[in-house]
């Protein structure tokens, strides 16, 4: 099992046998480990991980252990101390995880980082978004972990900034279209950036964000949500570009495609966020951001967060 995923990894990364066992193991070694036929070292397995700019924590994630559950839950009790307001709920949730006494680069530490840039009012958010971005800039060659990251932070860095880096992270995430429960990938990075390009009225690199969705993900991911997503916000840019008509077609058209393939969760989430936008499209101070944490979750909580109120 672990050698299976060992090697899904490295091949999602283009790496070759030799390349990924450098001086560690050679090209027969890490073959036989790979096809389930040897065993190595626990020390090597972990020099073999950092080879392939792989942490622990990711490949445990990839290989469904239950770090991968816990680390769900972790964001699915953000995302409903956010959507339903509920402090308490994130303070209690902040309390649990400076108990674990989380490592510095561990997911666990990044989540502290998350809750506490997203929180309104926080004398820490600026550092905390500087510390995410300050790994982000020296991390040379991106892998799974600095691609979540993003897809996590990106709203809350400088818009500038998270334009900059959305060309590293749209080459870097194509690698894992080829592992299954990643293909979502993507698609987050792409949403997350167009709702906070919107949201800041940058509309040429909204535009570029749909482009890059048609150019280089609509056509090789099955996943029926992505293009319900980014039909819909295809919608949205018209309505925010004052084209009205243009905006009800497609926003109406993604509305039918989830009555036809029987999307009731999507449906309503997407319902009201439109009714919502044909009220207010036309007040040049309107505005809403939508964080999808699908990557993380599942089919039902792609709602993600969800913050409006007039653009400063």
Known sequence: ?????????????????????????????????????????????????????????EFLYLKGSAAETAIRQYFFRIEYAVNHQKDDEMNRLKEEIIATRPA?????????????????????KQQSNQLILDYLMQVEDWGEMELRLYAMFGFNLDVKTTHLLMRTALKRSKLYLAIPKD?????????????????????DYAEETIDAFERSYSENVDLLSPHIDFIFNKGLLALKKQQEEKGKHYCEQALDICRLFNQKSTLKILQKRYKTWLKKFRDPDFKELTINLGFMGNEETEAGLQKRGKRK
């Open 104 to 124: 510095p680069y561990s997911w666990q530490q990044f989540i502290l980082y998350f809750i506490e840039s997203l929180e309104a009012v926080n004398e820490d």
């Open 1 to 57: 099992m672990y050698g299976q995923v060992f090697k899904t990894i490295r091949k999602s990364k283009g790496m070759t046998l030799k390349e990924a066992g450098g001086s560690i193991l050679s090209v027969s070694q890490l073959s036989r480990f790979e096809n389930g036929k040897s065993m190595i070292p626990v020390d090597l397995f972990f020099d073999l991980l950092n080879q392939i700019n792989t942490t622990s924590e």
């Open 183 to 203: 293909s979502k990938l993507l698609h987050t990075i792409l949403s997350n950036n167009f709702s906070t390009f919107l949201y800041h009225n940058k509309i």
